[in-house]
């Protein structure tokens, strides 16, 4: 008697850790992950917050924009379907080109390039992850990527303001910046003679 009443103790124990594969993984999760509507104005504040004090800000301040950074790509990652996700991210890379983050700016665009194809400034998005890829990380392999997105912008967007530019930008890729000079003025010498 005294056995099995030192194993009941052990018994409920082992009934009570029991519980479904689906309730352990649900428990599992840590309070931070789990998110919901009820968060959204809290996750809101912080960017609007984040965005006063950077236009009160009389200089940039790094430390301001990465503030208004962590803001954005905290809103967009807890609530990607939200009209204002694709939004954020392209004012996160705005600030993170500000901060001289390229590679940071890159992934806050690629992920609106293949998360958001239908936000209004797609186009925009596209054109200014060539760029970064074509200039500030031209000598970090950004080339091949940045001749991907140029081709992209004409194909896609072929009737926008971008289409024409990324042709023209496409010639260059790859060139010296002073053999690209070089081409610009004889180019535009060509065409005042015309």
Do not use: W
């Not at 807890?78 to 890379?93: G, I, N, S, Y």
């Not at 004409?154 to 010639?171: M, R």
């Not at 690209?180 to 005042?192: N, Q, S, T, Y």
């Amino acid at each position: 008697m005294k056995k099995i009443l030192l194993l009941l103790p052990v018994a409920a124990m082992l009934v009570s850790s029991c519980g479904t594969e689906t309730e352990t993984k649900k428990d599992s999760i840590p309070d931070t992950v789990k998110v919901s509507e009820t968060t959204r104005p809290q996750y809101l504040k912080a960017v609007t917050d984040a965005e006063t004090k950077l236009r009160a800000s009389t200089t940039f301040d790094a430390r301001l924009a990465m503030t208004a950074i962590k803001a954005y790509n905290d809103y967009a990652n807890f609530f990607p379907k939200d009209t204002l996700a694709p939004e954020f991210l392209f004012r996160a890379a705005d600030l993170a080109q500000g901060t001289h983050n390229y590679k940071q700016a890159t992934i806050f665009l690629e992920k609106i390039i293949a998360q958001y194809p239908e936000y209004p400034r797609h186009a925009d998005a596209c054109f200014v992850a060539a760029y970064v890829y074509d200039s500030p990380l031209e000598k970090q392999g950004g080339e091949v990527r940045a001749k991907e997105l140029y081709e992209f912008i004409i194909k896609k967007y072929p009737k926008s303001p971008y289409a024409d530019q990324a042709k023209t930008l496409l010639e260059y890729i790859g060139v010296p910046d002073s053999v690209m000079l070089d081409r610009i003025v004889k180019k535009g010498k060509a065409e005042e003679k015309q």
